[in-house]
């Protein structure tokens, strides 16, 4: 059984469509936050387009799609990315989703996705952000892909600053996409990463997106990110170590200029001390200078001395 939570007046093909209001083309009229009326372990795919950030109770929500979904069932989730202003404010919006979302979706600690996402957490190096303590049965909602999408106003950035400034400022994405796997019995981690090669489904209004993308983005950088200098130094070091050791975890999309999966980074070229530290153009970007000194400003002289 497949089925679209939240269908509206746009039902996914091939799914039993489930809204609140009986638009054409609405198969079951049901309140989502009431327990869905399907049986246990009876759904192998489900997608919920533009729909969750509307129920009261959103890890209720989760746990009846959990219960409903049959084992390795898909799960495709599209909603707001909550770091955009005009979303924060929207009165209709009771729940928010960005990259720690799904962490909370598993107990499991294994990363099915590039290890620098998300970066900016207090506890980047522990999947799970889950409660362990809670007497309620836990969820397994695997993320085996997750995909951003972005204003083009930020079309010139690569995916190592994309990333940073995603996480650090507003208004740099505005939709995020999450394609998980339902686990309910002991899985191998490569059945679950097998899935990654699969063509995963999705609504053709996101094809039209990454479309637009293309055609509207901006080739110019307009925000700086030369304060952003040590943590992409960091990021690119580890991806020089991790790169002696291959690891197939790297299953984010995007739909920025290159494929995170064969993004080349540029390297450090390191000087003795007292001499200024370049950076190597970074791929597919205007070649443009990026000079890093000790100081940026010009030496006060003391006075009394000319």
């Not at 960091?234 to 050791?245: G, R």
């Not at 290159?258 to 970074?282: A, C, L, W």
Request: with cysteine.
């Amino acid at each position: 059984m497949r089925i679209d939570l939240g269908c509206g007046k746009h039902k996914f093909p091939g799914c039993i469509g489930l809204d609140m209001k009986p638009y054409d083309g609405v198969d079951i009229v049901h309140d989502m936050n009431d327990p869905l009326p399907f049986e246990d372990n009876s759904v192998h795919f489900v997608i919920a387009s533009h729909s969750l950030q509307y129920v009261v109770d959103l890890d209720t929500v989760m746990r009846e799609i959990y219960r409903i979904c049959k084992h390795t069932a898909i799960v495709c989730i599209i909603a707001p990315y909550a770091h955009v202003s005009a979303h924060m404010v929207n009165p209709r919006y009771k729940q928010y989703f960005n990259e720690h979302s799904p962490r909370y979706w598993t107990t499991d600690h294994l990363k099915h996705i590039r290890m620098e996402e998300p970066l900016l957490s207090w506890s980047p190096d522990t999947w799970s952000l889950a409660d362990m303590s809670s007497d309620i049965a836990p969820l397994d909602l695997r993320l085996i892909r997750m995909e951003f999408f972005y204003f083009p106003e930020y079309g010139a950035y690569d995916d190592l600053e994309l990333g940073l400034l995603r996480q650090s400022q507003m208004n740099v994405a505005y939709q995020i996409m999450y394609h998980l796997m339902v686990i309910k019995k002991p899985t191998s981690k490569e059945l679950i990463e097998s899935r990654n090669a699969w063509v995963l489904e999705e609504p053709s209004f996101v094809k039209e997106q990454r479309q637009a993308f293309a055609k509207e983005r901006h080739v110019e950088k307009w925000v700086q990110t030369e304060h952003l200098s040590p943590l992409i130094e960091a990021m690119e070091e580890d991806n020089s170590v991790a790169s002696s050791d291959p690891q197939p975890d790297d299953h984010i999309r995007k739909h920025t200029v290159k494929n995170s999966s064969t993004m080349s980074y540029p390297k450090v070229i390191k000087h003795q001390k007292g001499s200024r530290r370049t950076r190597e153009p970074r791929p597919g970007i205007a070649s443009k200078k990026n000079v890093m000194t000790k100081s940026s400003h010009t030496q006060k002289k003391k006075p009394g001395k000319k």
